[in-house]
């Protein structure tokens, strides 16, 4: 009955330290679930994965857009701007959740290049450029682009967005914008939603939140439990395992190098000392006692 109440205790305890924690994220966050696992290779920086990037088998914190401001990839270079030389996620700007044209289909995690406000007069702004009350949006991106045999900037030319919004790309799809119609120069067919539709300007409100700090590796174990890992780079398997024999072995060393400090502190010593002296007296008293009575 002991060992199986200890045993219920420790699971009670471990649960309850996994509630704190999920408590905290969500706290921290602003958002359920606080974390997301990322199934795709789109933000992909190496082709063996990097920490500081988007890898699939990552966990990536979700804080909600009311947490953290969403900083454009425009913005992030202006030279002069506020936000000049911010980086998230290995390039500069953020990295956006949001649902294609606000459906339910699996939520893309990519790269915010540019917000798109409405002018008070009817025309477009886009905040970090130059662009003020346009009727259509062309813009260079300092973005290298391999496509029509050479390499170019990155640009968009008399692209209409419809409606406010952010125009978004994934790091690894070479030149192609997740929104077709921005596709001017043929960089790729874009993303379309869960019915087929070409992906629009993503609205604020389909914007479920901005990619904050990332767990590396972890989420490979629900991409290799659900049959799709075949995003995950191999080197993330051997990475995982590694960090798992580390974390087991922390315990371990942990309580070794623990009693090997105590038992080498100074007042331990000077316990065993007096514990020894003590034995010492009564070992005397006994023999001197066994004496008396013969």
């Excluded at 339910?104 to 290049?113: E, K, N, Q």
């Excluded at 596709?183 to 604020?204: A, R, Y």
């Excluded at 974390?247 to 000392?273: G, M, S």
Aim: glycine share 10%.
């Amino acid at each position: 009955m002991g060992e199986a109440w200890s045993w219920i205790r420790e699971a009670l305890l471990a649960g309850g330290l996994i509630a704190v924690l999920i408590s905290v994220l969500v706290l921290m966050t602003g958002s359920w679930p606080p974390m997301v696992v990322i199934e795709s290779n789109s933000m992909q920086h190496d082709e063996n994965g990097e920490v500081g990037s988007i890898d699939a088998g990552d966990l990536v914190l979700v804080m909600t857009p009311e947490r953290k401001d969403i900083i454009t990839f425009v913005e992030a270079t202006e030279s002069g701007g506020d936000f000049e030389g911010y980086e998230s996620h290995g390039m500069p700007g953020d990295v956006i959740i949001y649902q294609k044209n606000g459906g339910s289909d699996t939520p893309v995690i990519h790269r915010a290049l540019l917000e798109v406000v409405e002018n008070t007069s009817g025309g477009w702004d886009v905040p970090g450029t130059t662009l003020r009350n346009v009727s259509s949006i062309s813009w260079t991106f300092d973005i290298l682009c391999p496509y029509h045999g050479g390499a170019y900037d990155l640009r968009i030319e008399d692209w209409d967005p419809v409606h406010a919004g952010y125009l978004t790309k994934g790091d690894n799809n070479d030149c192609m914008i997740d929104q077709p119609e921005a596709n001017t120069l043929s960089q790729g067919p874009g993303l379309s939603d869960e019915f087929g539709n070409p992906v629009q300007t993503t609205k604020g409100e389909w914007v479920m939140g901005v990619a904050g700090a990332e767990i590396p590796w972890v989420g490979s174990i629900k991409l290799g439990l659900s049959d799709n890992s075949q995003s995950v780079p191999d080197s993330t398997w051997s990475k995982l395992i590694m960090t798992a024999i580390v974390l087991l072995a922390i315990p371990a060393v942990w309580e070794r190098v623990a009693d090997r400090v105590i038992k080498t502190a100074p007042e331990i010593a000077q316990a065993e000392r007096e514990e020894a002296q003590a034995s010492q007296l009564l070992s005397d008293d006994n023999q001197e006692q066994a004496h008396e009575e013969e």
